[in-house]
């Protein structure tokens, strides 16, 4: 997925929200988005979930399939959260939100009117609701804000599943939530402008995905690596990327050639 040149003004005569972001995103990626309040941070989410179209420059590749967390998740909706979620689930096409619901330690809420939940329980329902059809592309933003230690805790290991299978993770989070996470890009906005930060040279030299992998397995993690020259058609090499990733297994360089 690509933005080349994007900007953003919410009207015409605003200043820009997004000034000329260029941006790579590719399967297996997380990204922590940081900046102050107001830098923009929804907006680019709103931008890269085709919730909004930028101003001007261009969003490709977007996967078909997207998840997307709000920071504040609209509960002026007359269902029980069981009722929004069965909902969301036929329109997701029969997905399974139970799993989550239960990961998410959502049991007592269920019967709950969406307008009476708690801010950390609605914000629950709005992952719920973004996890369950697997998206290829998983937002959130402030994905931690008020949730309860046992569910902060989880949520790293999810987007790095995510990650694992070969999605795309972007949080807006001022808290640094998935910092754990080796192999985090961090993005940063800045007056308009998207920067990405350099890698921290302390950061364990693997991917999201190998993480939660080795985590899965147990056992120490074995720290010698080899690295392996792939030639490949040009045209396989996102589908290539993506089995990688999945695999655990990390890109450290790519390069094009006739
Ligand atoms: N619907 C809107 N109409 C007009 N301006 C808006 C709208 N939404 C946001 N803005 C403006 O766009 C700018 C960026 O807002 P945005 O919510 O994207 O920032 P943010 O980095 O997510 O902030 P925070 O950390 O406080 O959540 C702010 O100046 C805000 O006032």
Redesign the pocket.
Known sequence: MRLSHVSFR??RR?PL?IADADAELTPGDVIELT??????????LRLLAGLARPSAGTITGRPSIVGFAP?RFPTAQPFTVTRYLRHMSRVRGGARWEPWAERLDMGHLLDSPLGELSKGSAHKVGLAQALMAEPQLLILD?PFAGLDADTREALPAIAGEVAARGGIVIA?D?QGGLRSLPGVRHWT?SSGHLKENAPDPHAADESPGETVRRSVEGGPPERRHATVAVTLPAADVQRFLARMRGEGYRAREIEESN
């Open positions: 919410y009207r605003d929200v900046g102050v309040n107001g830098a923009g941070k929804s907006t680019l920071d402030e807006g001022h906005l």
